[in-house]
């Protein structure tokens, strides 16, 4: 029988971008800023794309939480071939301290509604990095996880998936429903055509709340001060390895 993916899409500032913390270290810039689907993202919406291209899936249901700028992310997930989106909108103050767990809690919440048999997530969002989500969505429903995909095989209501590490790879087995995090290998995202885009605007977007899903955002977390990294000093010439140690021993470094 065909299992039902419930895939995550982030609005995330665009990855060509040069961040700009805000003057008052408050946060970053994001007005008039590019903005797009979060990299991880899409090659999670790949993968659930090439599942059902491959009748193991029947259905693909895209999900974001935050403004309603993220109904644009969900339309270019629409128009890369996921069936319905959900948008759990998120907005002002909560959205701007809108945590991983809080998502975590979300998602979850929205897979238990969906009754989905997989969860897909990209396994970090390019903004904070937090490589949280998937491992916390896992953890809220009891499902079992394979993190950091480079290959997801699934038949049988079993998920085989050859995971990144440290050492080079290993092959996870885990029971359906389970949540799964893509890795950059995992495959190569397609891009949407016209027809696709069109088709994309007429698919249905359901609209909800995190009340409506009885999910208490709240921050646990309050970031006091954002900081952008030092700058790189120039280099210099030594004309031997005696300068060289010389230079080193001044600065203290041995």
Not at 172 to 197: C, E, G, H, M, Y
Not at 235 to 243: F, L, Q, S, W
């Amino acid at each position: 029988m065909a299992i039902r993916i419930l895939v995550g899409v982030k609005r995330a500032i665009d990855y060509a971008v040069k961040v700009q913390v805000k003057t008052d270290k408050s946060g970053v810039v994001t007005e008039g800023v590019k903005h797009s689907m979060n990299p991880f993202d899409e090659i999670a919406v790949e993968e659930a794309i090439r599942l059902k291209e491959k009748k193991v899936a029947q259905e693909v249901i895209a999900l974001s939480c935050g403004p309603a700028q993220c109904q644009e992310t969900l339309r270019t997930a629409l128009a890369l071939g996921a069936d319905r989106a959900i948008h759990v909108e998120v907005t002002g103050k909560d959205y701007e301290m809108l945590q991983p767990l809080a998502i975590s809690k979300l998602i979850a919440a929205v897979a238990k509604k969906e009754n989905v048999d997989l969860v897909l997530l990209g396994k970090l969002a390019i903004d904070d990095d937090s490589n949280q989500t998937g491992q916390m969505v896992a953890g809220l429903l009891s499902w079992p996880q394979a993190v950091f995909a480079s290959k997801v095989d699934i038949k049988d209501k079993t998920a085989e998936v050859m995971r990144e590490i440290d050492g080079g790879s290993e092959t996870l087995r885990v029971k359906l429903p389970a949540v799964i995090t893509s890795d950059l290998r995992l495959n190569q995202p397609r891009f949407a055509n016209l027809p696709s885009i069109q088709k994309a605007k007429k698919k249905p977007m359901a609209k909800m709340s995190p009340k409506d899903l009885g999910v208490d955002i709240k921050p646990h977390q309050e970031y006091l001060s954002y900081e952008e990294p030092p700058k790189r000093q120039g280099g210099g010439r030594v004309a031997n390895v005696d300068e060289l140690i010389s230079k080193l021993k001044e600065k203290g470094l041995i």
